[in-house]
């Protein structure tokens, strides 16, 4: 059975930092892209940040660019997510998703793969 547990979220003042943990397991971590993506109420999908398990392109959407660190441990199957100097608007729910294509430039994740539940992340101004 897959599972992907995202931990970490909570209420941080703006400016803040939060680091977001992915646990996966029932898949096989090395080839696979392991990304974060985020949904505010009444706005789509968003996916800010990925990682590829092959050759380790890493992707971040502009709105997150150097702020955001997406990082992976293949000893313990986990993929993190360091957020630093958060702004109101990335107050949204946080899913890890072990699906999809990851380049420098690029983040789809497509509707085949796993994630998890989500994370709550609130940034108050």
């Known amino acids: 059975e897959v599972q992907v547990v995202e931990s970490g979220g909570g209420l941080v003042q703006a400016g803040g930092s939060l680091r977001l943990s992915c646990a996966v397991s029932?898949?096989?971590?090395?080839?696979?892209?392991l990304g974060w993506f985020r949904q505010a109420p009444g706005m789509k999908r968003e996916e800010i940040s990925c990682?590829?398990?092959?050759?380790?392109?890493?992707y971040y959407t502009d709105s997150v660019k150097g702020r955001f660190t997406i990082s992976s441990d293949s000893v313990n199957s986990t993929v993190y997510l360091q957020m630093n100097d958060l702004k109101p608007e990335d107050t949204a729910v946080y899913h890890c998703?072990?699906?999809?294509?990851?380049?420098?430039?690029?983040?789809?994740?497509?509707?085949?793969?796993?994630w998890g539940q989500g994370t709550q992340v609130t940034v108050s101004s």
């Open positions: 990682i590829s398990t092959l050759d380790g392109a890493t």
């Open positions: 998703a072990a699906a999809g294509y990851c380049s420098s430039d690029l983040y789809i994740i497509g509707g085949v793969g796993y």
């Open positions: 029932g898949v096989t971590f090395d080839g696979v892209t």
